[in-house]
């Protein structure tokens, strides 16, 4: 069984860098799609940041692009998302997640189903 545990959330001021890791155990050896997802307070929850193992590639939401970087350590079995300058709308509880689908699409506005969930981070940026 799968289990995801983030960490790395936190308040900072706007403009600030914060760094999320998501450990795994139990982990697959090879897992077609990881990603960090996140959900503000009445909004529905949407995708940031995915990562394609099989394509190696990377999809970004707009506003994530350029600010936020998906990667992962194998040997760690561990994925991170580096935030920098960061926003008061990036406050929310980030999830990072397994084996969902579909990939690209989720930070699309696809919504994605199935896979593996961590239990969330809460990541508070302050103006």
């Known amino acids: 069984q799968v289990h995801l545990v983030e960490s790395g959330g936190g308040s900072v001021q706007a403009g600030g860098s914060l760094k999320l890791s998501c450990a795994s155990s139990?982990?697959?050896?090879?897992?077609?799609?990881l990603g960090w997802f996140r959900q503000a307070p009445g909004k529905e929850r949407e995708g940031v940041a995915v990562?394609?193992?099989?394509?190696?590639?990377?999809y970004y939401t707009d506003s994530a692009e350029g600010r936020f970087t998906i990667s992962r350590d194998n040997a760690k079995n561990t994925l991170y998302l580096q935030m920098n300058n960061l926003r008061p709308e990036d406050t929310a509880m980030y999830f990072c997640?397994?084996?969902?689908?579909?990939?690209?699409?989720?930070?699309?506005?696809?919504?994605?189903?199935?896979?593996?969930w961590g239990q969330g981070t809460q990541v508070t940026v302050s103006s």
């Open positions: 997640a397994a084996d969902f689908s579909p990939c690209g699409g989720s930070v699309r506005g696809r919504i994605p189903e199935g896979g593996y």
């Open positions: 990562m394609n193992t099989v394509e190696r590639r990377t």
């Open positions: 139990g982990y697959p050896d090879i897992s077609y799609c």
